[in-house]
């Protein structure tokens, strides 16, 4: 046992261990909050860090925009001195400009927008148009590696990109300016009063455009003749050759060739060529296991046409041949198809899995492009021009694509499309495209919204019915559009 001296001699040992002990863990406890701290410290810092650089690369944006605006101002009012002969300050220097010298053409400017109330609305949507052919046009060469602004010859290189774009946008917007609205011409209404079923797929002019036939689930097909029909606008025009068919028609097309020379695909997957000079049925394919949706003759070759078909095949004929002689296996239900402008070995593909293919048929086994962004069923895929395509979807929306790189150069939207073949028609840059508000709709290929729309309710507000466009078409070098709606009515309409 432990005396009482010893005892105490134990605990004040054990009193300056506990001190010391307490010591260090309060230096410790300091310690760790300064380490803690730190780190607090460190994170704010590199934050502001971050974020000062962010709005550094702003700025830098914002001062490289102005500059560019600055450069094209400049361009835009050398051209404007040149046309109107009027001297302009330039833009770019300080002090505000000489309000006689903008007078001439503020004047005009107000004049057109009162004649042209419909530019009034078009111009703050220039942005995206703007930007997007600015890149394209006059900032993708500088951005290429190695590319010095400093050096003369770029630097020339620019100014006549920029000159180049500037001319462009300039005759895109009097495009535009032309047209201020949709006109009603005549009427062609549905003259089978006991047929339930009066939908119109598809409409389509000859190759020297005097005569345009129609095609749809009454299983008929009528030709009409294009100047009576706007002649006698004032009695109910009739067809010039009526043809009936066995199944429902979902397609038609011209030969680009032969003007009497017309193929339709229908409900049952049969691909037929007719002779409307004759009236007879001269060629009949029957390949397909289900439903043919889209029949299409190439513009370069007379001989070749090819359809597309919920099993998921393309099938190329040969009208000197009885059987195809080419398919084209693909992974989803096929409901467009379109030959290349100039270069019949090539095709535009339009499927039910979102997608659109551009095919090489000396290659078929697989796409040389895929387009990809629409989020459903591609319902139409047009070539605007060699190297851009045009897709429509159940999306309710158009793409435009170019073909080159498979990007997406614009999205067009306005209509609404989500369930039926609305039509797709396309002439220069402007866009014809049907919707499920019964109305037709007018896109000119600059602009991400429509310009022109009409109705074919009384009033464009009211919708009441459940009828929708059904097809739609260009009639070629012309300003005049064809439309039906799903109740048989189709409508001759011009683009003044």
Same mark, same amino acid.
């Given at each position: 046992a432990l005396n009482i001296d010893e005892s105490l001699a134990s605990n004040e040992k054990l009193n300056k261990i506990a001190s010391i002990f307490r010591a260090k863990r309060s230096l410790q406890n300091r310690s760790t909050a300064a380490a803690k701290n730190e780190l607090g410290y460190e994170m704010f810092y590199y934050f502001l860090q971050y974020t000062k650089a962010k709005q550094v690369q702003l700025l830098r944006e914002v001062k490289s925009n102005i500059l560019s605006l600055d450069q094209d101002l400049s361009t835009v009012r050398r051209r404007l001195e040149a046309s109107t002969g009027i001297g302009l300050r330039d833009p770019t220097t300080t002090g505000a400009p000489d309000p006689r010298q903008l007078e001439v053409i503020n004047q005009r400017v107000r004049e057109d927008l009162r004649h042209y109330p419909h530019l009034t609305s078009i111009l703050p949507r220039l942005d995206n148009f703007y930007v997007y052919n600015k890149n394209v046009s006059v900032l993708a060469g500088s951005k290429r590696k190695g590319w010095d602004a400093s050096n003369s010859v770029n630097e020339n290189i620019q100014v006549k990109r920029r000159? &180049?774009?500037?001319?462009?946008?300039?005759?895109? =917007?009097?495009?535009?300016?032309?047209?201020?609205?949709?006109?009603?011409?005549?009427?062609?209404?549905?003259?089978?009063?006991m047929q339930k079923s009066a939908i119109i797929s598809s409409i389509g002019f000859n190759s020297n455009h005097e005569c345009f036939a129609t095609a749809g689930v009454s299983k008929r097909i009528k030709i009409y003749d294009f100047k009576n029909v706007m002649e006698d606008r004032f009695r109910i025009p009739c067809p010039i050759l009526e043809l009936t068919w066995r199944s429902k028609l979902s397609d038609l097309?011209?030969?680009? &060739?032969?003007?009497?020379?017309?193929? @339709?695909?229908?409900?049952?997957?049969?691909?037929?060529v007719w002779d409307v000079d004759s009236g007879e049925n001269i060629l009949e394919y029957d390949e397909h296991e289900k439903r043919a949706w889209s029949v299409n003759f190439s513009k370069t070759d007379a001989s070749l046409l090819a359809s597309g078909s919920d099993d998921g095949t393309v099938k190329v004929y040969s009208t000197k041949q009885n059987r195809s002689v080419l398919t084209v296996e693909t992974m989803a239900n096929v409901c467009s198809v379109q030959y290349h402008p100039t270069n019949f070995h090539y095709m535009a593909i339009g499927c039910s899995d979102h997608q659109a293919y551009v095919y090489d048929l000396r290659n078929p086994n697989e796409p040389v492009v895929t387009l990809s962004g629409h989020k459903r069923a591609i319902s139409y895929a047009a070539y605007s021009k060699?190297?851009?395509?045009? @897709?429509?979807?159940?999306?309710? @929306? =158009?793409?435009?694509? %170019?073909?080159?790189?498979?990007? @997406?150069?614009?999205?067009?939207?306005?209509?609404? %499309? &989500?369930k039926h073949f609305v039509g797709l028609a396309l002439k220069d840059d402007w866009v014809a495209v049907g919707s499920e508000t019964n109305e037709l709709f007018v896109y000119n290929k600059a602009l991400d919204s429509p310009i022109h729309r009409y109705s074919f309710d009384e009033s464009s507000e009211m919708h009441n019915s459940n009828h929708f466009i059904s097809a739609t078409c260009w009639k070629p070098r012309s300003d005049i559009i064809l439309c039906a709606s799903s109740d048989g009515n189709l409508r001759v309409l011009r683009l003044e």
């Open positions: 000159e &180049q774009y500037v001319d462009g946008v300039a005759e895109t =917007l009097l495009n535009i300016s032309k047209h201020h609205r949709l006109k009603f011409e005549v009427e062609i209404p549905y003259g089978d009063m097309d011209w030969n680009k &060739q032969e003007k009497s020379l017309l193929a @339709t695909s229908d409900y049952d997957g049969m691909i037929s060699d190297n851009e395509i045009i @897709t429509a979807s159940t999306d309710n @929306t =158009l793409r435009l694509w %170019n073909v080159n790189n498979g990007e @997406t150069k614009r999205v067009l939207s306005g209509h609404e %499309n &989500q």
